[in-house]
Each structure stands twice: as C-alpha cells, then as structure tokens.
C-alpha cells in the first residue's frame, strides 16, 4: 500500500481545475493534506469549484497567456508558499475529420495543448531550479502513443507534450527537478462525452487518474499509463509491424469511436465550449 504522507503540505498548482480530471485530482490531493490551487479559463466555475471544496486558491487561469500564468503562479507563492508540483492538465479534445476541423480550432488546440503545457512548464522550472526541488507533471493520453482517426490533431498535441515532457527529464537530469507524464485512456468526463470506448478498453474514472497521480508525487517516475490494460495493449500494438497494429485498431473500433459513432447532441455542449463557439 502507498504511503501518502509525503504529500502533506505540498503546494500543488493544477491547471484545468474546474472540472473533469484536473478537480478530481485537487479533491484527493486536498484530502491528503496538500495546499491546493486550481486555475482554469471557466472564471464562474473554477470559482464554483474552489469555494465548494474549500481549496486554498481559485481562480481564472490562461494557460495561452504568459501574464496570466505568471501572475497567477505569483499569488499562489505568495498566499501559499513555493510551489512544489505543477500539474499541465488544461487541454481540449475536439473530435472530426482534418478537412472540417476550422483552422481557428486547430491553432485553439495547439494552443492550449502543447503551448500552455510549455509555457507553464517553463515558468515553473524557472521557480524550482534554484531551489533545487519540484515537480512537474503533464497530462498527456494514450493518444500520444497511437494513432486515432477524428482525432489527428489532438493526437499531434500529445505526442508533443509526451516528447517534449521526456526532453525536460533528461535535460535537467539531477537538478532535484522532475519531470512526468501521466497517459489516460478515454476517462468519464466532459471531453469523452458522446464517445464510446474501443473494445476491450473500458473508460477510466477521473479518480483513477487522480491516483495515479498521487502515487506520481510520492515515487516520481517517467511516465504513468491509466488504465494499465489500455496502456498495455496501446505499448504492446506499438511494438507490431504497422499492418497488423493498425488492423488490431479496426478491430476493437478505435477507426470509428471518435467518426461515425459518437454521439453529437450528447457532444453538442462541450464542443460549443472548446472550440470557442459559446464565448
């Protein structure tokens, strides 16, 4: 069994935190004695979430926008302490072909996925290094590891954040700073809404990943895949010759979960929300 004790006192910074994974995880990180602040583009309600929860910060976070994480790591060091883990989990998942995907939503993608996790990334190094401690931790998927049609460049966005997370790993190798991936299969939150998950692979709960997460801050390793038989199967289908592990993604229905098949008025309300259509 884990001891969690370790994360007593932690001040942990998590981006997204309004909903889905990101307050998931601020709930069971609180409940094993962190200090906790969530920040998250939804102003209403990270502060809906942060009030009813009783975290220590909340507040309106824009992870594309320098001023605005730098400012809001500021008060979090201010009110808080030094910031031991940053946790990049902000991140969108539009679903749709290439062609009908707007080239407004495309760059929103690439904005909020790969440019805020470096951004944040960069702005928390800055703070750790001279203290010779901290933790980063960035939210990537399974989708980084594979291939999956209607979702090609959400796709793109986390092979990015996994090959640029595992450069920082060894670029700062012996620093007292780490550096982490955690890789969700489809989890149940707003951004899987509408879909159903390929065969075999049943759909994570966000507290699993907040587990994993936990267990992240306590022995801080490499990369984190959840759940272990969809991170089993997404490593072993990697290994194969390109033919047979692309007919094994037919197979279990990855070539139309995120097409055909979803869901769209399920869908309709966190798709206005990501790709900017309710602002």
Not at 78 to 104: F, H, S
Not at 156 to 163: C, E, Q, R, Y
């Amino acid at each position: 069994m884990t001891d969690f004790s370790s994360i007593a006192g932690k001040v942990v910074v998590i981006t997204g935190g309004a909903r889905g994974i990101g307050l998931a995880t601020a709930t069971a990180l609180q409940a094993l004695g962190a200090k906790i602040a969530i920040g998250d583009i939804d102003e209403t309600t990270v502060k809906e979430s942060g009030a009813a929860r009783g975290f220590d910060l909340y507040d309106r976070l824009d992870v594309t926008d320098q001023a605005s994480f730098e400012s809001f790591l500021d008060e979090v060091e201010r009110r808080l302490g030094p910031i031991d883990v940053l946790i990049n989990n902000a991140g969108i998942m539009p679903t749709g072909k290439l062609v009908d995907e707007p080239d407004q939503v495309t760059r929103r993608i690439l904005d909020i996925n790969v440019y805020g996790v470096i951004l944040g990334s960069k702005l928390a190094v800055a703070r750790m290094l001279p203290r010779g401690r901290g933790q980063v931790i960035n939210i990537a998927s399974l989708a980084g590891e594979t291939h999956i049609p209607g979702l090609a460049t959400y796709n793109a966005s986390k092979h990015a954040v996994l090959g640029f997370t595992d450069t920082l790993r060894e670029e700062y190798r012996d620093t007292g700073v780490r550096f982490s991936s955690v890789l969700p299969t489809l989890t149940k939150t707003e951004l899987g809404s509408g879909v159903t998950a390929p065969k075999l692979l049943r759909p994570a709960e966000p507290e699993e990943i907040a587990d994993a997460i936990a267990k992240l801050i306590v022995a801080p390793k490499s990369k984190v895949r959840v759940t272990a038989v969809a991170g089993a199967i997404a490593q072993v289908v990697g290994l194969l010759p390109e033919a047979v592990g692309d007919y094994i993604g037919r197979a279990l229905g990855a070539q139309n979960a995120f097409l055909d098949e979803v869901d769209t008025q399920a869908r309709k309300a966190y798709e206005a929300r990501v790709r900017g259509d309710s602002e």
